[in-house]
């Protein structure tokens, strides 16, 4: 096992990004020594300064997006930077022991004799987040369909070049680089930027296309979450990155569009539902069903935004319902961005910044905070509300109402929630994907639980059940 582990890791270098022996690093299979190989040339002083300013900037980027950058990747990174730049250098590859005793793969690299990227962490590894559409099937399948259209004059043509005067924005508003008049030395955030330019054209065509079913069949449909934030808190609706597209649906309608896609190319997401295999189970356990498209776009089909009936799920629903202006702020919308933010916030970082333009936008209405905290007062929403605030001004700098402040600091299931959230944001980025639903079920014990609220108490019984079937499933 660790010598495969070892073999892919070396793979992986190698081949996937393409690194070159220029360096003529020599590594060897594991269980046999590793010869480091002598440098061309000797390492001056400017040259390794240069080079740890290069690796504390890959270090920046991977702290905010850690599941996109691992030790080979950031080493990948840096010794194009460092061929580009003329300096010599040594990458390593190896396993390490772990504290229980376990052994994993690591990446090093060293200029001169210092290792400048690689020393830190070297038990805390970060976990690569699969995206479908990177995968050779899926984008075959995704540039045909996207040729077709754009031949068709159904989706606009979008170069890179029409994007790239909001890189520096995006890269502010996301906090992947506080420098951004350095982002021409980071070709691969450029491509990662290309690459995320291309999958929005693919959302806005199958966005479009299931707009047309829907319309066909004379089904009532809002689209809510990332589409509703883009147009609302972005000046530019790229700006905001969003991995599925998310539907609210009449549940008497729901399971028969979900067939009627299932005989479009589409069918029930592979991790999602685990086991699961008709529409009719999946809807009666969970509040949405989620559907990929063989162009890897995933979609979530709703007829619900709780696990379980509440105040919010209701008054959130009748909001969309209404002739309500998707473009206006809404307390109820802000208290359902908050109890969702918070349910995720193990590893959905973004709804962060998305609150925080909320909250700011919010409080430049001359509003004290007072509306929305008796409208979170009213849906059961009154912590989820402080904390997502607290939890603002703390990380981002939000400004946040005294007595949102008062509240946040006085309540003792307030600060126990800052602190888990916290927590768990830094330690689930290392963990399975399967951690944040069940932490989701302890949050829900924790809020539900310590309610006043009898009607609260019972539901949370009911959705207790519901994660325990869940986590059974994973």
């Given at each position: 096992?660790?010598r495969?582990?070892?073999?892919?890791?070396?793979?992986?270098?190698?081949w996937?990004?393409?690194?070159?022996?220029?360096?003529?690093?020599?590594?060897?299979?594991?269980?046999?020594?590793?010869?480091?190989?002598a440098?061309?040339s000797?390492?001056?002083n400017?040259?390794?300064?240069?080079?740890?300013?290069?690796?504390?900037?890959?270090?920046?980027?991977?702290?905010?997006?850690?599941?996109?950058?691992?030790?080979?990747e950031?080493?990948?990174l840096?010794?194009?930077?460092?061929r580009?730049?003329?300096?010599?250098?040594?990458?390593?590859?190896?396993?390490?022991?772990t504290?229980?005793?376990?052994?994993?793969?690591?990446?090093?690299?060293?200029?001169?004799?210092?290792?400048?990227?690689?020393?830190?962490?070297?038990?805390?590894f970060?976990?690569?987040?699969?995206?479908?559409?990177?995968?050779?099937k899926?984008?075959?399948?995704?540039?045909?369909?996207?040729?077709?259209?754009?031949?068709?004059?159904?989706?606009?043509?979008?170069?890179f070049?029409?994007?790239a005067?909001?890189?520096?924005?995006?890269?502010i508003?996301?906090?992947?680089?506080?420098?951004?008049?350095?982002?021409?030395?980071f070709?691969?955030?450029?491509?990662?930027?290309?690459?995320?330019?291309?999958?929005?054209?693919?959302?806005?065509?199958?966005?479009?296309?299931?707009?047309?079913?829907?319309?066909?069949?004379?089904?009532?449909?809002?689209?809510?979450?990332?589409?509703?934030?883009?147009?609302?808190?972005?000046?530019?609706?790229?700006?905001?990155?969003?991995?599925d597209?998310d539907?609210?649906?009449?549940?008497?309608?729901?399971?028969?569009f979900?067939?009627?896609?299932?005989?479009?190319?589409?069918?029930?997401?592979?991790?999602?539902h685990?086991?699961?295999?008709?529409?009719?189970?999946?809807?009666?356990?969970?509040?949405?069903?989620?559907?990929?498209?063989?162009?890897?776009?995933?979609?979530?089909?709703?007829?619900?935004?709780?696990?379980?009936?509440?105040?919010?799920?209701?008054?959130?629903?009748?909001l969309?319902?209404?002739?309500?202006?998707n473009?206006?702020?809404?307390?109820?919308?802000?208290?359902?961005?908050?109890?969702?933010?918070l349910?995720?916030?193990?590893?959905?970082?973004?709804w962060?910044?998305?609150?925080?333009?909320?909250?700011s936008?919010?409080?430049?209405?001359?509003?004290?905070?007072?509306?929305?905290?008796?409208?979170?007062?009213e849906?059961?929403?009154?912590?989820p509300?402080?904390?997502c605030w607290?939890?603002?001004?703390?990380?981002?700098?939000?400004?946040?109402?005294?007595?949102?402040?008062?509240?946040?600091?006085?309540?003792?299931?307030?600060?126990?929630?800052?602190?888990?959230?916290?927590?768990?944001?830094?330690?689930?980025?290392?963990?399975?994907l399967?951690?944040?639903?069940?932490?989701?079920?302890?949050?829900?014990?924790?809020?539900?639980?310590q309610?006043?609220?009898?009607?609260?108490?019972?539901?949370?019984?009911?959705?207790?059940?519901?994660?325990?079937?869940?986590?059974?499933?994973?």
């Open positions: 096992m660790l495969t582990i070892l073999r892919y890791c070396v793979a992986s270098f190698y996937s990004r393409k690194v070159r022996n220029q360096s003529k690093v020599v590594i060897k299979g594991f269980g046999e020594p590793t010869k480091s190989c440098l061309h000797p390492i001056s400017e040259q390794l300064k240069q080079a740890k300013l290069l690796a504390k900037d890959i270090k920046t980027v991977a702290k905010f997006y850690p599941w996109r950058f691992v030790c080979i950031q080493v990948s840096l010794a194009h930077l460092l580009k730049h003329d300096i010599d250098y040594q990458v390593s590859l190896g396993v390490v022991k504290e229980t005793g376990g052994m994993h793969a690591h990446a090093w690299l060293l200029v001169g004799n210092q290792i400048i990227l690689g020393e830190d962490d070297v038990y805390n970060t976990v690569v987040e699969t995206f479908a559409w990177f995968s050779r899926r984008r075959s399948a995704m540039s045909k369909m996207l040729n077709q259209s754009i031949a068709t004059g159904t989706v606009p043509v979008l170069d070049a029409d994007y005067p909001y890189l520096e924005s995006y890269l508003h996301h906090r992947l680089f506080p420098l951004a008049h350095n982002v021409e030395a070709p691969r955030l450029q491509k990662m930027m290309n690459n995320f330019v291309y999958r929005k054209k693919i959302q806005r065509i199958t966005e479009q296309e299931i707009k047309t079913k829907l319309d066909a069949k004379g089904i009532p449909y809002r689209f809510f979450k990332g589409s509703a934030i883009e147009q609302k808190l972005y000046s530019y609706s790229m700006l905001r990155t969003s991995k597209i539907i609210l649906i009449p549940k008497s309608d729901i399971v028969r979900a067939e009627l896609l299932s005989q479009s190319d589409w069918t029930f997401d592979s991790f999602a685990k086991g699961i295999k008709t529409p009719e189970a999946y809807i009666k356990r969970f509040k949405d069903i989620p559907m990929r498209s063989n162009n890897g776009v995933q979609v979530e089909l709703h007829h619900q935004f709780t696990h379980f009936p509440s105040r919010l799920d209701t008054a959130y629903k009748e969309l319902w209404t002739d309500w202006n473009q206006e702020l809404h307390s109820v919308e802000l208290c359902y961005f908050c109890y969702h933010a349910a995720m916030g193990s590893r959905r970082h973004k962060l910044y998305d609150l925080h333009l909320y909250f936008q919010w409080l430049s209405l001359d509003d004290t905070g007072a509306v929305v905290l008796k409208k979170a007062k849906l059961d929403c009154v912590i509300v402080i904390v607290a939890l603002c001004n703390r990380n981002l700098g939000t400004k946040i109402p005294a007595q949102i402040l008062t509240r946040a600091d006085r309540s003792w299931t307030a600060q126990r929630l800052i602190k888990t959230v916290e927590k768990h944001a830094t330690y689930l980025t290392a963990t399975k399967t951690k944040p639903l069940m932490f989701e079920g302890r949050l829900f014990n924790l809020l539900c639980y309610s006043r609220w009898k009607r609260t108490q019972y539901a949370a019984s009911i959705a207790m059940s519901i994660l325990r079937y869940s986590r059974k499933l994973l």
